[in-house]
């Protein structure tokens, strides 16, 4: 496999480069090391990742580029065979108050990333996102309990559940071009392509921030004895997915004979945790609670979000594996392994 990782030196790729180049694929990261400067973070762990990559996998080219140019990540992916395009800009909020970098990055940079799988005739695993659903989502009939919300009668989200005629975000609206993109190189050029619309993707070597990886800034907050605000009051419910069990399904169906599919990516019913149950995770597994404020709910943020994920195991043959204090706690470990890089 000659494999193209854009966004490598994050969090998901990163995990992406360490498991291919394990099973001793020649690789390229893509990465623009920008994540501090979208997010407007004087981040000292800018760096962690691509240097990670660098001392483990000496073997793997590091290149330092931008998506969003076409002319740079043509060079960096020609010969490839098979892109697994992580890269993006990744904060809802971000994309509120500065929705030009968003666009750049997550709509410009998926098409320039399909035209280089369409001129190498290469293998396209896309990352999509639950938002590409938008504020539709919180017109599913909800109940409200003591710590969570969930849905009435609904099992979770389907691929088939509408996506228009709703607020999005520019970040929605972002990724969303790119899935739909996606599924047309699919169908026009004939493309292998996996759309993997993710909840939430949690796990080590993700250094989130309140804007952006809730579970990872929850266990640094925790960790580190910072204050933690929560927008809304705390009971929205998200199916999370640990970043290994994510890694095993790109690697299903590009191991596949699907030619191209698109499907809701998360823990499903069985693995979910509201805001407040993930601070009575942490506290029972670290004894620590952070300080907690409350403030506004965020715009389009959705109340409940759970993937029905029955279409991606009756066709690529998967299912998660790690439950979500198991993987909370994985999560604990490294962070208290590397406190001296937050």
């Known amino acids: 496999m000659r494999l193209l990782v854009t966004g490598g030196a994050g969090f998901i790729g990163s995990h992406v480069v360490e498991y291919y180049a394990r ?12 994540r501090a400067k979208l997010l407007k973070k004087d981040e000292k ?9 660098r001392a483990n996998y000496p073997k793997v ?10 002319i740079a990540l043509k060079e960096a992916g020609k010969d490839c065979d098979t892109i697994i395009h992580t890269a993006a800009q990744t904060a ?16 410009l940079g998926t098409f320039n990333v399909l035209e280089v799988a369409r001129k190498n005739n290469a293998r396209v695993v896309y990352c999509s996102t639950n938002k590409v659903y938008g504020d539709n989502v919180n017109k599913v009939e909800i109940a409200e309990g003591k710590n969570r919300y969930s ?22 609206c972002s990724k969303l071009t790119g899935d739909l993109y996606t599924q047309d190189y699919a169908h026009l050029y004939g493309l292998k392509t996996g759309g993997f619309r993710m909840s939430c993707i949690y796990g080590t070597r993700q250094f ?9 800034w929850f266990t640094i907050a925790t960790m580190l004895g910072k204050p933690i605000t929560i927008y809304g009051d705390g009971k929205q419910v ?18 596949s004979k699907i030619r191209h599919g698109v499907w809701n ?28 404020s409350f403030s506004d709910w965020r715009p389009s943020d959705q109340k409940v979000y759970i993937s029905d994920i029955s279409k991606v195991q009756k066709e690529l043959g998967w299912k998660p594996n790690v439950k979500p204090e198991e993987g909370v706690k994985k999560l604990v470990d490294w962070v208290n392994a590397n406190k001296a890089v937050f």
């Open 208 to 216: 989130g921030v309140e804007d952006q990886g809730w579970v990872a």
């Open 151 to 172: 849905f009435k009668s609904s099992n979770g989200i389907q691929e088939t559940f509408p996506i228009d005629l709703c607020e999005h975000t520019p970040y929605g």
């Open 45 to 53: 762990n800018a760096l962690f990742n691509w240097n990670y990559i």
């Open 23 to 34: 099973k001793g694929a020649e690789i390229t990261v893509f990465d623009n090391l920008c």
């Open 265 to 292: 990516t998360g823990g499903g019913n069985e693995k979910t945790m509201s805001l407040l149950e993930l601070l009575d995770i942490l506290e029972k597994l670290t004894g620590r609670r952070s300080k907690v």
């Open 61 to 70: 080219k590091l290149v330092k580029g931008d998506v969003a140019d076409c």
């Open 238 to 255: 998200r199916d999370v997915l640990y970043v290994s069990d994510l890694v095993g399904l790109y690697d299903k169906f590009l191991s």
């Open 92 to 107: 809802v909020t971000t994309s509120v108050v500065e929705p030009e970098p968003d666009f750049w990055a997550n709509a």
